[in-house]
């Protein structure tokens, strides 16, 4: 074999050639990978801001009943001690360890207490995101007679980070029968949830 017929062993054929210049697919070009990249950016925003909302939700969910459930515990006391015990809620917008609510014995002789633990406080389960409260009133008085002196409902409204959804711990007037509600249409904790989501949790 010839030197130069091994030479062109190594050229690739003139049909080949001219089947690559007609085949502009046979390649990626530099707009096609932009595109790709812009597409895959904005479903990751989208996934992203999808999963933070999830989030938001779970956690003031999450929230809302770790409050009821600590409102609950302090309802009891009154009968048991025989005096009656006053709730204050923080409101505002509130950070990692701050305290939510605050529970004390009404002439109490400093022996008493509504609750094992006096003080319920935000923990670092929410990151490093405030939380925004809101109440239709900051204190509550539970009497030894398992009521609330309140002759209205008591909303306490809770958002994460300001943002929605708002999930709302209710006492209902004299009874203070404790419900959890949510509404998903607002990021403000100066605004009620809806009386029929109270029903749904």
Same mark, same amino acid.
């Given at each position: 074999?010839?030197?130069?017929?091994?030479?062109?062993?190594?050229?690739?054929?003139?049909?080949?050639?001219?089947?690559?210049?007609?085949?502009?697919?046979?390649?990626?070009?530099?707009?096609?990978?932009?595109?790709?990249?812009?597409?895959?950016?904005?479903?990751?925003?989208?996934?992203?801001?999808?999963?933070?909302?999830?989030?938001?939700?779970?956690?003031?969910?999450?929230?809302?009943?770790?409050?009821?459930?600590?409102?609950?515990?302090?309802?009891?006391?009154?009968?048991?001690?025989?005096?009656?015990?006053?709730?204050?809620?923080?409101?505002?917008?509130?950070?990692?360890?701050?305290?939510?609510?605050?529970?004390?014995?009404?002439?109490?002789?400093?022996?008493?207490?509504?609750?094992?633990?006096?003080?319920?406080?935000?923990? !670092?389960?929410?990151?490093?995101?405030?939380?925004?409260?809101?109440?239709?009133? !900051?204190?509550?008085?539970?009497?030894?007679?398992?009521?609330?002196?309140?002759?209205?409902?008591?909303?306490?409204?809770?958002?994460?980070?300001?943002?929605?959804?708002?999930?709302?711990?209710?006492?209902?007037?004299?009874?203070?029968?404790?419900?959890?509600?949510?509404?998903?249409? !607002?990021?403000?904790?100066?605004?009620?949830?809806?009386?029929?989501?109270?029903?749904?949790?």
């Amino acid at each position: 074999m010839s030197l130069h017929s091994r030479r062109d062993l190594h050229k690739p054929s003139h049909s080949l050639r001219l089947q690559r210049r007609m085949n502009p697919e046979a390649g990626v070009t530099i707009p096609q990978l932009l595109v790709t990249a812009v597409v895959i950016v904005i479903l990751s925003t989208i996934t992203i801001s999808n999963s933070l909302a999830t989030w938001r939700s779970s956690q003031a969910g999450e929230l809302a009943q770790r409050l009821a459930g600590w409102l609950e515990e302090v309802s009891r006391a009154p009968e048991v001690i025989g005096k009656s015990c006053r709730v204050t809620i923080s409101t505002g917008t509130l950070g990692i360890n701050a305290v939510l609510a605050r529970a004390e014995v009404v002439n109490g002789n400093g022996t008493e207490r509504c609750s094992s633990d006096p003080t319920l406080r935000l923990t !670092t389960s929410y990151g490093s995101n405030s939380v925004a409260v809101g109440a239709t009133s !900051t204190s509550i008085v539970f009497t030894p007679r398992q009521a609330i002196t309140s002759t209205s409902d008591i909303q306490v409204r809770l958002a994460i980070a300001n943002q929605a959804p708002v999930r709302c711990v209710r006492l209902s007037a004299v009874l203070g029968l404790i419900r959890v509600g949510r509404n998903d249409g !607002t990021s403000s904790v100066g605004t009620d949830c809806p009386a029929t989501s109270f029903d749904s949790i």
